[in-house]
């Protein structure tokens, strides 16, 4: 019978250049840095080569030639002309490298806390983008053309958009000294923490940054960094989201303020967008489009600007809360992408993606794809927004396309009209922003786990009793999942219990078996519970009488024992299985009790000097 079956190198210090060669001291102080950023990039237009990376910082972080490329041409907008000024949005790229950054060993502590539209990145990096176009007659071309880029895996967009509309202007004017003055900042910074609240320094502003709890509403930017070089102490304070958070929760306590003057800005959330804002535009058919994206459907989002793309499609994917977005999306793309050709074929089907991008030029390449959301130039926030109606993608065809949803997808659940209603008489009333934001989120995140609430039920379910748990015989397996009798359960366990909305719940759950998210969703589920079993299964062996288990066995059962109580412990240890500090504790008694009662040379080779 089987009792049992059942962080990496730091950053070299280095001044502000051009990546270099050269592998990294193991003992420099550059950890904390990569927490919150792999590495700042300058990339400026070079009349000969075009847009050029001018620099990376730390200047040691190597960036492969694909990754550079990528950079390069996501950060500029498509056409300059009509981008004069400053202009900021973000782009995300795959990680092509195999460099390592020492946090990514430590990801398992902050992604096991985070929520799981929160946690870093494992193979794709955010790029978050300070384009400036200026006229300088010092210039042959007559511009000031550059962008400063900040490379993280962490999708704290609000956060690192904030950040960078402190640290441009000032790079702008006064270029590297001050660049490397806030790297070293946050170098200094403590690691992002879920549920914490933390104080960062940024160049002489007192900001306030507090990261809505999971579930919050309203987050909007309140106020405009002031600069006051003159001060000290200054700090950024936020506050990372914890996957316990819930909305009835009151905010996190401030830090108190007593010696920073002025007072500081305050940044409610630090990855919400102003959702309202966003989908102004087509509130009519944002049921349609969070169907889309539950199923994950390949999407084209063609924009007048990065900004803008980059925007809603960001927005599109938050629309999934709490449910992880498991495909691809690329808030800005153009045709310098490397996977351009990978997601234009007409070969194949088009690619699980949400691209965003401003090219006219996609209108015609991308003219296969089963939906495209053309949106313009954003209205007045005065205005009544003229909602768009369904058009078939047959009808797109030349570049002074009209906004709207291009599809032949037919919505399963009813529209809220309610709802729209109400959000279109807040609009003429002019009811803040954030207060339909608030709306939109609210109704979202309902909607959303109206239609997971039956499948987590079904799902547990599917975990045997506790009481079928006992030390010394395998766990029982986890029951499969069998779609016919979870839609059979709907009728009397559906989301009709949680929503008010009629259609065809039946028909999209269907759809839903066939998508990147289920199969996201299962297996992350499924292997909570598997480890959840383990722990169970380990605590079960604590709680036995390890004595009594031992009269009439083996040396070779006793030995496999130790080696199995050994394995789970690591993995306890790790942070693997959910098991309790006095089990860890009772299991480490058990392994010694169990090697003591052992001939001294089997306790030699269990436990080498």
Known sequence: MDPLSGAGPRRARGRLGAAAPGARAAAAPWARFSAWLECVCVVTFDLELGQALEL???????LTDKEKSSICYLSFPDSHSGCLGDTQFSFRIRQCGRQ???WHAEDWHYNSGAPVSLQREPAHYFGYVYFRQVKDSSVKRGYFQKSLVLVSRLPFVRLFQALLSLIA???FDKLAPCLEAVCSEIDQWPAPVPGQTLNLPVMGVVLQVRAGRRGREGARFTETPTPIWQLLPFALQVHVPSRVDRPEHSPPKQCSHENLLP???????VHELDLFRCFQPVLTHVQTLWELMLLGEPLVVLAPSPAMSSEMVLALISCLQPLKFCCDYRPYFTIHDSEFKEFTTRTQAPPNVVLGVTNPFFIKTLQHWPHILRVGEPKMSGDLPKQVKLKKPSRLKTLDTKPGLYTTYSAHLHRDKALLKRLLKGLQKKRPWDTQTALLRRHLLELTQSFIIPLEHYMASLMPLQKSITPWKTPPQIRPFRQDDFLRSLEHAGPQLTCILKGDWLGLYRRFFKSPHFDGWYRQR???????????HLEAICEANIETWMKDK????????????????????GHQLPVKEAALQRAQLHIETVIGSLPKDL?????PP
């Open 56 to 62: 990376v910082y730390p200047s040691d972080f190597r």
């Open 100 to 102: 390592k950054s020492p």
């Open 169 to 171: 202007p000032e790079y």
């Open 263 to 269: 007072a500081p800005v305050v940044l409610t959330s």
């Open 526 to 536: 499924h292997k909570e519970m598997a480890q959840k079993l383990e722990a169970l």
């Open 554 to 573: 083996s040396e070779v059962e006793v030995v496999d024992l130790v080696l199995k109580l050994r394995e789970k412990l690591v993995q306890a240890q």
């Open 603 to 607: 306790q030699a080779v269990l436990c």
